[in-house]
């Protein structure tokens, strides 16, 4: 064999065994990835059901309802132009208000039903909304520029 063919053959197995772990990362990652959806994005494509997804959005002033087991609270997301029916069990961040941007972690378990939570992530302080939240609140034109001190 010569020198130009062990150089070819060592490259073309590299790249082969580069592709390989390409793939096999990309098989064991496709279980993991969640997918950001703003309000209007469901209303224009709805997801399958059981597809876990990240939803973001504001709180709907007025929206907010504990049910009678107590640890069961309802909700509605909204980025200006639709609005999602939200429903979460647990213990809700202590940041959690009317009117803040969250992003709530779930799935819709059918079609008709509420987006079910199963973690609700609620901003900081007052200067810090979620990247995504506050990128689909400024596409529908609902996006508000904090004064400057």
Request: proline share 7%; charged share 20%.
């Amino acid at each position: 064999m010569t020198r130009k063919q062990r150089r070819t053959m060592f490259l073309t197995t590299g790249f082969a065994c580069f592709a390989v772990a390409t793939v096999l990362v990309l098989f064991a990652l496709e279980d993991k990835v969640t997918f950001f959806y703003s309000p209007s994005d469901l209303v224009a494509e709805p997801v399958a059901p059981d597809l876990r997804i990240r939803l973001g959005g504001l709180v709907v002033d007025g929206s907010v309802m504990k049910l009678s087991d107590g640890i069961t609270t309802t909700f509605v997301l909204t980025d200006g132009a639709a609005e999602v029916p939200v429903s979460y069990t647990g213990v809700l961040p202590d940041l959690f208000r009317e009117g803040q941007g969250i992003i709530a972690n779930g799935s819709f378990p059918d079609a008709a039903g509420p987006f079910v939570a199963d973690e609700v992530l609620a901003k900081h302080d007052e200067n810090y909304m979620p990247t995504e939240v506050a990128d689909a609140l400024k596409e529908a034109g609902h996006w508000q520029e904090e004064p400057e001190p």
